[in-house]
């Protein structure tokens, strides 16, 4: 890591190794809020409503099935 820090210096990206770390903290941060901010706007309320009517779950056979019909939706998408 200490490698990758002194080449962002070197070429010029960055003027100081501290600011390499600084911007890298900063991501660090910013990645931290929004898994956090996930949680509570996400996993949270399905959490919830799951919790309220057991009835809305699901199988792993059913959420797997989904997820496949999904991906192949998608990549007949792109092709």
Known sequence: MAEVIKSKVATGEYATES?????GLRVLMAR?????????????????ALKADPARAVSV?????RLA???KAATAKKV
């Open 69 to 71: 019909a999904e991906h």
């Open 32 to 48: 931290d809020r929004a898994v956090e901010n996930w949680l509570l706007e996400q996993v949270v309320p399905a959490y919830d």
């Open 19 to 23: 600011e390499v770390i600084r911007d």
């Open 61 to 65: 056979e059913q959420a797997r099935a």
